[in-house]
């Protein structure tokens, strides 16, 4: 039978473990091959030999991709999680963003729109990405758009 402090010690070597996956492997990957410099934005997913696919892409990834990037520093990455935020933020402003000042669901690679349904899901992750984008970059407009 383990005792508590050894059972702490088991999780705190875990979480080593999966933060040094996260700073060393995971962001490094998404950052590189995961960005796509071309059209903007982040690719949908990734083939197993690390390059990407070209499907249509979710809000919800573009917003999760942001959010991620924005706290990676805090985490311990020392890639350029600012430029990933604003190089995902700015496509995915663009792309999703509607008039109303919802975002849709869907859109290409180059953006053009594919399903221009209001999915709360997809809308909490953007409130996720926005809020935490705005305390990272100088423009007040991510904060401004999640208000």
């Given amino acids: 039978m383990t005792t508590p402090t050894e059972q702490i010690a088991t999780l705190q070597g875990l979480r080593d473990r999966l933060m040094t996956w996260l700073t060393a492997q995971a962001l490094p990957i998404w950052w590189e ?16 030999d690390g390059t990407p696919c070209l499907d249509p892409r979710r809000a919800r990834v573009q917003a ?56 709360l899901y997809d809308q909490a992750f953007a409130l996720f990405a926005l809020a935490v984008a705005g305390t990272l970059v100088a423009d007040p407009a991510p904060l401004t758009a999640a208000a």
């Avoid at 520093?73 to 919802?102: C, I, M, N």
């Fill in 33 to 48: 091959a995961g960005a796509d410099r071309d059209r903007g934005g982040f690719h949908e997913r990734l083939n197993l």
């Fill in 64 to 119: 999760r991709q942001v959010f991620t990037f924005a706290v990676a520093g805090r985490l311990g990455w020392t890639g350029p999680s600012r430029q990933a935020v604003e190089h995902g933020l700015a496509f995915f402003r663009k792309a999703y963003e509607r008039p109303d000042g919802t975002f849709r669901t869907l859109v290409g690679p180059d953006g053009a729109t594919l399903d221009d349904s209001v999915v």
